[in-house]
């Protein structure tokens, strides 16, 4: 079974920068995605940034050129540098990994972490 673990999230003011790590444990045989999410109160789940196994990666248009996704494979390890951040990034983020076929199981499926809080103060 996989389990994606977050941390890096805490409280900053505008300006400032964080970065989330997620670690997947377990044994993965492939994936499309890493990536990460974010929900803010009301509103509903949005991407924020993906990678594939190759390392292409994509973004949101409120994000791009501020946050930057990267890969570390033999960690099964993706991280989200932000910078440059805003109160409108405030929401809470969720690790993302998509498509994943893993031992014990025949299909691939999605698994999500278990979110952390980002605050961004003005």
């Known amino acids: 079974q996989v389990q994606l673990v977050e941390s890096g999230g805490g409280l900053v003011q505008a300006g400032g920068s964080l970065r989330l790590s997620c670690a997947a444990s377990?044994?993965?045989?492939?994936?499309?995605?890493m990536g990460w999410y974010r929900q803010a109160p009301g509103k509903q789940r949005e991407l924020v940034a993906t990678?594939?196994?190759?390392?292409?990666?994509n973004y949101a248009d409120s994000v791009k050129g501020r946050f930057t996704i990267s890969r570390d494979s033999a960690k099964n390890t993706v991280y989200l540098q932000m910078n440059s951040l805003k109160p409108e990034d405030t929401a809470v983020y969720y690790c993302n990994l998509d498509s994943a076929l893993v031992p014990g199981f025949p299909y691939p499926r999605d698994y999500w972490g278990q979110g952390t809080q980002v605050t961004v103060s003005s």
């Open positions: 990678i594939t196994s190759g390392g292409n990666t």
């Open positions: 377990g044994s993965i045989f492939r994936f499309n995605t």
